[in-house]
Structures are given as C-alpha cells and as structure tokens.
C-alpha cells in the first residue's frame, strides 16, 4: 500500500479532531505528513560556555548555586537565580516564569537554552528542562513547522516521529540509482528521516540536498514528459509559408527588425513548420517589438492558408493592434476584424459570421474571442498578449477553436532565465534582448515628496510644448492603513494646480466602458495629464505620453515600476520617469536606485527577484509559479538547471517508457495524471 493511500488518522495520536486540523495544512496522508517539512531548526546542542559569543544563543547545563529571586510588575514577573556551569558563574533570567522559583533548589541539576550577555554575565532564558525529569529537548537539533491554530510545534515533532517509526520502513525511493549516484544522494527514506531528526547540520544539510533534488526534478520531468508527448503527437498545424513570401512582408516594414527579432522570427516559423504544436514564450523587454513579432507569425499562418487570432487584455489595447496590423497588412489584401465585448448587434453578427466562412484572416479581440459563439473556418495560430493576465482556462479555450493550433504567447514583463525555465518549463522561451533603432532611453529620476513643486513644473512645462503625461499613484481611496494619496484627491488637486489643462481620471473600480473612454480622450489628447492607478501599466501606447511620474513609488515592485516608466518614451521626443517617494526601508530605497541606474528590464527583474524572491515576483496566483515544498527557485537555481537537464536526457531514453527500473516514476507521472490525456495547458 502507497503511504499517499494511507489517511493521517492512521497515525497513533491523531485524533478526528485533530486529522481536521491538519487537513488546514494540507495534510490528509501519511505522505503529506512526512513531506510537511521544517523551515528551519533549534540548535540545543550543549557548549560549554567558554565557546558561547556575546549575544548567541546557547545551551548549557548547569547547577542551581544561589536563591531565586522574584520580582513582580503587575501582571508580569521576573525571575533571576545564580548559577553554575563548569567554573563559571552567571544570573539566569527568566521573564513570566513565576512559577519555576519553587523547582530551583539549590544543586539541582538544570538545562538552560537562552541569549548570552558576556558584559552582564547573563543568559536570558526561553527554554529550561529538569534532566530528573526526563529530557525532552537538549542535546540536539529541534525542527521547527509552520504551525497554527491548536496544533503546536512539540505536539507536530511528536507526531511526525510517531509517523516515522510507524511507517518508516515504507517510504520507497522514488530515483533511479544512477542519478543517486551521480550527485552521491542519501537514500530517500533516510533523507526523510533525517530532515526531520538530524543528528547535527551536515547531516539536516545532506537530506535536505536530497529532497531539494527529487522535488525539482519531479517537477521538470513532469513538463519534459509533456512536451515530449506533445511533440510526438505530431497532429499540429503544419504550416507551408515560403521564405520569398517572410521576405516580400519583411521588407515592407517601416523599419528595419533587429538582429534578436529576426532570431526569435527564425524560431517562430520554425515551430509553424514542424508537424507538432508550437508553445513559445515570447518574452521582451517594454518597447521591444514583440507586436511585429507577432505580426510575422499572423502573416504566416494566412499565407499558409489559415486564420490567426490575437487576444489582449484591453479593449484599448485591442483597437490599438488592430489599426496597426491593418495598416502592416492591407498591402497584402490581409483582412483584420476587431472583436470586443462594445462591438454588438449587426456589426459583430457579420463579423462571426465572417470568420466561420473564413472571409477574416485575422481577429484581434478581448475576452470576447472565447465565447461560445464564436467560430473559425481554420485557425492555425493563437496569440495571447501579456499572459499571465488570462487564466489557463481562458488560454486553452482559445486553442480548442481550432485543430491543435500553434500558440504563441508574449509578455512584456522579463523573466529571469532562472523563471522562464521553471514557470514555463512547457513553453520553449524566445526573448527579444534588444530595442528597436531610433527608440530613445527614458531618464529617470528620483525625488523627495518636499521637491513636489518642482515636479509640477516640469508637468506644467512639458504639457505646454503639447505634450502629455501620467500621474500614477498606488490607491483608490483613504486608508487607514496607508498613509498615500489616493487618485481621486490627487485628480482633484491636480484640477486645482492646472486649470488651463483637462486633467484625466483613471481607476480601478471604474466601469469597463468608463475606462475605455478616459483612455481614448488621452489618446487623442482631448486630456493632457491622467492620473491613475496601476491600470494604465499594460501595453497602452500614447506616442504623444512623454512624462510619467509616479507617487510613493516605494509601494510598487521593480518590475511594475518598468512596466510603468515603459508607457513613456514611444514616439519622438525625449521622455522622462519621476519618480517620488520618501523610503523608510533599505528594500524601498535599493528599488529607487535600481530604477535610476538602468532602465534595462531584464537586469531590473533580476534585481527584483533578489529583493522580493519568486513568489512576490509573479504574484502568488497569476503565474503557474509551483508553490515547493522545500525548494527555493533563486537558491537553488543551480540545481534546478541540473534537473532539468537530467529530466530531459532521461525522458530522451526509450528505456524510460518500458524499463521496471523506472516503474516508480512512470507511476508518479500516472498518479499526476500526466500519462492520462490529462495535459497542462
């Protein structure tokens, strides 16, 4: 029997009271319970305290030596009695431990763990133990849990060891022998045991190298197994475009591509050409080119014979690439249709209509793509901008509107390599590193709240050369909570500070249709400055746009403070990021000088990564990020790579599908139903 099939009430001790309150933790086997590992540990070892730092913490046995000594402050108590320990003597001081004066009698053994006052010669005590009475702790390693509720740390180590002796001999190795070999791996069920019980550091260190391992290579087999079943379906799209035709649309461009979009093109048709379906991640940097990317993509699938389908997150956005691949295309008799959830009644009949008959080559749309009621003659290519802000559902959708189509998705926030792999182990990853020629840097600057006067100048000076500009500011309304100018007051004092000007407003809590048109009045600079919230941060492109300041910037993450800088700086005039913020923090103001020291995104989401770790980064629940048990994607990057390169090679082998020696984890992809059809979107 699997320990996964195993409930936790089957372990000596957990009561139905208490199976419920692990199931808060995730916990309803014998295998979860064993896999809850410990964030860190408790050192109790004994040191003698010659060894001991000012200031460490230690563990020590001793002797009662003098008289206890109480103290009482109300409610609260000290308690503070002489001790000795080898040939020294110090005061050991506890706090709310009133009750402990009667058990200090004098040359009673004693066990203290506490903080070191060398100057003082004193240990503040938080934990003590009678070794008459039974030692529970000292002399060892103690793991802590993430632990809540009614359910303490001493009653969690006590039931995970009752779970170890009880079905310890059952943990089965899940690793082929040679990769155990290869990296010297401690058997898996002495890992387990150890990590829970170490005898010292080295030994907690080993099982937890062990079980960083099996978990991060677990996971990259699972998405190499994926891809290479997906790559041997073989029942894609099979896209015909012939190179004179890329050349013919190339030239044609305004402008000359760079040398990193005609790399990622030269990807991007070569994924359409082969038999399977293409998952590319088009990752680059705000203002790159990905949308010409695209544009090479779309113009291949209709030549192919096909119909592509783009979908973003805005409406705006939607109207904005619309009227740009018209414009890219209309030389070529290419037709593009916009639908969005404004386009109703006759107008959007015709154009469903018109897609199912395959008269539209090309749709741009919102949400509104995925409706039930919309069809398409052949759909060969599915574009998604900026996914993470559409569910998998939403994405996979789209795919199933058409036979198995290739997919391409883009992004506008960089991903570090050490993510790209990790988050989107499925995709294969085309970035594009460099910007366009001609398109100018954006300087950037940071400055104190008390230098607000001069900044609205500079508002005052840039809008009167017929420029426009942003305001950005983190909340919707008052706060308690946080002491931050709130949209709606700053869109009335802005009123008030430039009444020559028709100041904009945008919000989060706005209607659809409200934004929509607070975006299109800026966009035909009927409004010169609009204030906003983050929702100005995606995709939107105001050529005109040249100024974007940003209040109490110290609230944003670097990479949203990118995105933000990244909606100025789009058409010819120099553009400029204002960046206002008093940080308290030292994380605060690291973000303020990186922002001001480049303005190259990859280098800016590295350094975001450092300062925030991944979950932060991506935001818990957007991304796919896998939440891990015990591995961290930045410290353990190294080994990431190295399970990923074995995962790879070993899914290469034809003895994977069929030798007993990988039984174990062809029945782990089953139970994750991997090998059921059941495939991640």
Known sequence: MLLSEIQVKQVSGVSALKEGELHAFNIYTVNDLLEYYPFRYEDYRLRPLSEVQDGEKATVE?????????????KKSRLTCKMMAGDWMFTATWFNRHFLKEQLTAGREITLTGKWDMKRMQLTVSDSEFPDRGVVRSGSLQPVYSVGGNITQVWMRKTISQALSQYGEMIPEILPPELVGKYGLMARNRAI???????????????????????LFLF?????????MNQKRQDGVQHTVDNAAMREFVRSLPFELTDAQKKVELEILQDMRSPYCMNRLLQGDVGSGKTVVAALGLYATVKSGYQGALMVPTEILAEQHTRSLSKLFEPFGITVGLLTGSITGRKRKDLLASLQMGLTDIVVGTHALIQE?????SLGLVVTDEQHRFGVNQRSILRRKGYNPDVLTMT?????????????????VSTLSERPKGRKPISTYWVKHSMMDRVLGFISREISQGRQAYLICPLIEESDKLDVQNAI????????AFPEFKVGLLHGRMTPAEKEEAMRLFYANETQLLVSTTVVEVGVDVPNATLMVVMDADRFGLSQLHQLRGRVGRGEHASYCVLIAD????????????????????EVARRDLELRGPGDFFGTKQSGVPEFRIADMVSDFAVLEAARDDAA?????????TSPAYQPLRAYLQREQILQGELID
């Open 62 to 74: 001793a002797k009662v030596f003098g008289v206890p000594v109480l103290q009482r402050y109300g």
């Open 193 to 215: 045991q150890r990590i829970h019980q170490p005898q010292d550091n080295e030994e907690g260190q080993q099982a937890r190298r062990r079980m960083v391992y099996e978990e």
């Open 220 to 228: 990259q087999l699972k998405l190499q197994v994926y891809r290479a």
């Open 373 to 377: 009621d919309v069809f398409f003659r």
């Open 412 to 428: 506008a926030t960089p991903i570090p390599r050490t993510l790209a792999i990790t988050a989107f182990g499925d995709m294969d």
């Open 489 to 496: 007051d700053l869109f009335v004092s802005m009123q008030q």
């Open 583 to 602: 940080p308290k923090s030292e994380v605060g103001q690291e973000r303020m000088r990186v922002m001001t020291e480049t303005d190259d995104g990859f």
């Open 649 to 657: 090679a070993l899914v290469r082998e034809p003895a994977f599908w």
